[in-house]
């Protein structure tokens, strides 16, 4: 196994707070195709009983990049970036994030296998408000490929 065992369990750094934009979850929203005017229109949102536009559920992939980041340049981790594929991702939500939430996230490994020559990592990036509030986990399993025979 290619990936440092001794990952497991580690936990890294809270990230840098992360301010959510009204323009950037516009902006996610429309490519990804997520039309619901709470998504776009403030109005909407606040008659949907939010306090700006609401983030598509798949939006916190923005801010778990920035832990992704944390364990793949970690100098003992062992990761080949260039053999990195992702293999599954999801979202396990307290609630929506909204435009203007300010929140940071801490990445934690939560598991390490190999399979058929590959190594898989799977980590929780949990996401919360600057004040501690629970908004969002997501779970992430990257895959590195092993070397080729």
Same mark, same amino acid.
């Given at each position: 196994?290619?990936?440092?065992?001794?990952?497991?369990?580690?936990? =890294?750094?809270?990230?840098?707070?992360?301010?959510?934009?009204?323009?950037?979850?516009?902006? =996610?929203?429309? $490519?990804?195709?997520?039309?619901?005017?709470?998504?776009?229109?403030?109005?909407?949102?606040?008659?949907?009983?939010?306090?700006?536009?609401?983030?598509?559920?798949?939006?916190?992939?923005?801010?778990?990049?920035?832990?992704?980041?944390?364990?793949?340049?970690?100098?003992?981790a062992g990761i080949d970036f260039?053999?990195?594929?992702?293999?599954?991702?999801? =979202?396990?939500?307290?609630?929506?994030?909204? $435009?203007?939430?300010?929140?940071? %996230?801490?990445?934690?490994?939560?598991?390490?296998?190999?399979?058929?020559?590959?190594?898989?990592?799977?980590?929780?990036?949990?996401?919360?408000?600057? %004040?501690?509030?629970?908004?969002?986990?997501?779970?992430?399993?990257?895959?590195?490929r092993g070397e080729e025979s």
């Amino acid at each position: 196994m290619s990936v440092n065992p001794e990952l497991l369990d580690t936990v =890294f750094e809270p990230t840098e707070p992360y301010v959510v934009g009204r323009e950037k979850v516009r902006e =996610f929203s429309s $490519a990804v195709f997520a039309t619901a005017p709470i998504h776009h229109d403030v109005d909407a949102a606040i008659a949907g009983g939010y306090s700006d536009v609401v983030a598509p559920p798949t939006f916190p992939i923005v801010i778990q990049e920035k832990t992704l980041h944390q364990l793949l340049s970690h100098p003992g981790a062992g990761i080949d970036f260039s053999r990195v594929v992702h293999g599954d991702q999801k =979202f396990d939500y307290q609630r929506p994030l909204v $435009a203007g939430d300010e929140v940071v %996230a801490t990445i934690r490994v939560t598991k390490i296998q190999s399979l058929g020559g590959h190594t898989m990592v799977t980590s929780e990036s949990t996401i919360t408000t600057t %004040a501690g509030e629970p908004v969002v986990v997501a779970t992430s399993t990257l895959v590195i490929r092993g070397e080729e025979s």
